[in-house]
């Protein structure tokens, strides 16, 4: 009754030109030739509902490097499963070719050299042109976006978000959910709603004060000769992971039994196919799905994963389109009956130099950066290192991060956020403004300077380590490791809380951290209202400014165990 599920044909033919090992040798311009547009946008239309989904595009509306995790670890009923396989596993299990344009697009390995010959991802301009390719063919195709879109860039900062408004609205996305854009308040997300020309969705965003819903749960959608139900699910650990403060007016959570009333509420009003957009990450939708019933489609985000497959729950698909708008999942359904009776899916990997900028939404683009231009590509330095951030542990980004809180806020130990976005700069790059707040862009980005035990300093590791290698994905609550500079330890992630953390040691003279002592601490991203201290971003340029040229190697300042 399912169709096998297909991906990226266009990549798998160019592999056997390519071979595995001789990549090296062809330039950027060779690569180019070997795919094209029409091969990465080929596909067998199939039933009656096309679904497009985007998600955590944070605010990169412009092509970029960035490179897949190298560590993503998972614990319980999800170790050794998609998304926790990476490098050579992953490849082996999708029965992608090494070196190949998707061993490129979904892995890390030999990052630096396939970057220099398939070039940069992303680019809304370049996401444009895909969208509207699949509705010139299926003109009632659903756009929907997982959230995580006004924020993560200089230009979303400064701009309150607007310049992203602006590309989403131009894109004619049919609805989203949401995360991140409550970090500029709920004055603005309500301003920024109150204009938008789609349906901004939260079936579990509720009223603090009367405890009952605050936006639209869903809305029903017909399309192909169907009814299609598509229900919100905002990140549900906002006031753990963010701000409170920002939004004190609304309560978020998994709501579990409110989101299996609102599946019997829209199949009760007869429609065909329901559709969760969802951002409560890859693992927690693994679980919920598992326990509500009726969901035909989960369109998963949060956790930046790029499943080249839909995994299979039961009866649902669960649909995994990657970050920073290197990707497009098209997903076609044949719907019959109140039943989904079979899918195709294909993730689409945008390929900056091979898809043709949409012209419409290069001006939208350039407009929104064009007051900032100046001041984001002012070059601050240079780096001989791939800068990269995502995986579970430090990546060479938030090496430099702790390494010039550690130097211009005279610390000891420095912890940075393990948040997921973050952009890649490849070897010899220059660093610009602009990259350094693609790493660093928040509403609440002070830098302190404070004073912690070392009591204290295992609780908050072990507090983070909970909540992202605890076995109930419920319980996992934030992104992924804070990040340490000046300290090592080790982690047995198999351990329960407050067992996971030993042999903590300070950098500097090797010596073990006591728990009694105070060191000096600094770091960014507090969630506490009133935090004091220069913005992290201005602490990194000052750093970098003075270093000139970045020179890093991965560290082995953390030992993992139990994996």
């Given at each position: 009754m399912i169709s096998r599920r297909e991906f990226l044909q266009a990549g798998l033919?160019?592999?056997?030109?390519?071979?595995?090992?001789?990549?090296?040798?062809?330039?950027?311009?060779?690569?180019?030739q070997a795919l094209t547009q029409d091969q990465l946008l080929q596909f067998d239309a199939f039933g009656n509902v096309t679904l497009i989904h985007i998600t955590d595009l944070h605010a990169q509306s412009v092509p970029i490097f960035f490179r897949e995790p190298e560590v993503n670890i998972g614990v319980g009923d999800a170790r050794g499963q998609p998304p926790h396989v990476t490098g050579a596993d992953f490849l082996k299990m999708f029965k992608i070719e090494p070196n190949s344009p998707e061993a490129y697009a979904l892995t890390y390995e030999n990052f630096t050299d396939l970057a220099k010959s398939y070039g940069?991802?992303?680019?809304?301009?370049?996401?444009?042109?895909?969208?509207?390719?699949?509705?010139?063919?299926?003109?009632?195709?659903?756009?929907?976006?997982?959230?995580?879109t006004w924020h993560g860039s200089l230009s979303s900062?400064?701009?309150?978000?607007?310049?992203?408004?602006d590309i989403m609205n131009t894109l004619k996305v049919d609805a989203?959910?949401?995360?991140?854009?409550?970090?500029?308040?709920?004055?603005?997300?309500?301003?920024?709603?109150?204009?938008?020309?789609?349906?901004?969705?939260?079936?579990?965003?509720?009223?603090?004060?009367?405890?009952?819903?605050?936006?639209?749960?869903?809305?029903i959608f017909e399309t192909g000769g169907v009814r299609v139900a598509v229900i919100g699910q905002a990140f549900p650990y906002l006031p753990i992971a963010n701000p409170k403060w920002m939004f004190p007016d609304y309560s978020f959570g998994i709501r579990e039994e409110r989101m299996q009333a609102v599946v019997d509420e829209v199949r009760a009003e007869g429609v065909d196919l329901v559709v969760c957009l969802s951002h409560n990450g890859f693992d927690v939708d693994r679980k919920m799905v598992s326990r509500v019933k009726?969901?035909?489609?989960?369109?998963?985000?949060?956790?930046?994963?790029?499943?080249?497959?839909?995994?299979?729950?039961?009866?649902?698909?669960?649909?995994?389109?990657?970050?920073?708008?290197?990707?497009?999942?098209?997903?076609?359904?044949?719907?019959?009956?109140?039943?989904?009776m079979g899918f195709r899916h294909k993730l689409i990997p945008i390929f900056s130099d091979v898809i043709t900028p949409d012209a419409e939404m290069t001006a939208v683009i350039e407009a929104g950066r064009a007051p900032y231009k100046a001041e984001a590509e002012e070059v601050i330095g240079t780096t001989e290192s791939l800068l990269y951030r995502r995986g579970n542990f430090n990546g060479t980004w938030d090496d430099l991060i702790c390494d010039a809180m550690l130097t211009e806020r005279d610390a000891e130990i420095a912890m940075s956020p393990g948040v997921r976005w973050g952009t890649t700069l490849l070897p010899g790059d220059k660093i610009t403004r602009e990259d350094i707040l693609n790493c660093t862009s928040m509403t609440y980005g002070a830098c302190y300077r404070t004073e912690m035990t070392g009591e204290t300093i295992k609780t908050v590791l072990e507090d983070v380590a909970d909540n992202l290698f605890n076995t109930d994905p419920y319980y996992q609550q934030g992104g992924d490791m804070v990040r340490i500079g000046g300290m090592g330890y080790a982690i047995d992630v198999s351990k329960p809380i407050g067992q996971r953390i030993s042999n903590m040691t300070l950098?500097?003279?090797?010596?073990?951290?006591?728990p009694a002592r105070k060191y000096t601490v600094a770091g960014w991203a507090s969630v506490n209202e009133g935090t004091e201290g220069p913005q992290i971003w201005d602490v990194i340029e000052d750093y970098v400014r003075k270093q000139g040229t970045i020179t890093l190697t991965p560290r082995e300042n953390v030992t993992v165990t139990g994996a």
């Open positions: 033919a160019a592999s056997t030109i390519l071979g595995a090992t001789g990549l090296s040798r062809w330039s950027r311009v060779m690569a180019q940069k991802m992303g680019g809304m301009d370049r996401v444009a042109t895909v969208v509207k390719a699949i509705r010139a063919e299926r003109p009632e195709a659903l756009l929907l976006d997982g959230g995580d900062l400064k701009s309150a978000g607007q310049d992203m408004v989203m959910t949401s995360h991140w854009e409550w970090t500029f308040g709920q004055d603005r997300v309500k301003e920024i709603v109150d204009g938008l020309p789609f349906a901004f969705l939260g079936a579990n965003i509720f009223d603090v004060e009367w405890d009952e819903p605050a936006f639209e749960p869903y809305k009726g969901i035909d489609v989960i369109l998963t985000g949060h956790t930046h994963d790029a499943v080249p497959e839909p995994v299979l729950i039961g009866d649902t698909i669960l649909i995994a389109s990657g970050s920073n708008g290197k990707f497009v999942s098209r997903v076609d359904l044949d719907v019959r009956e109140g039943k989904m950098v500097k003279d090797g010596s073990a951290i006591d």
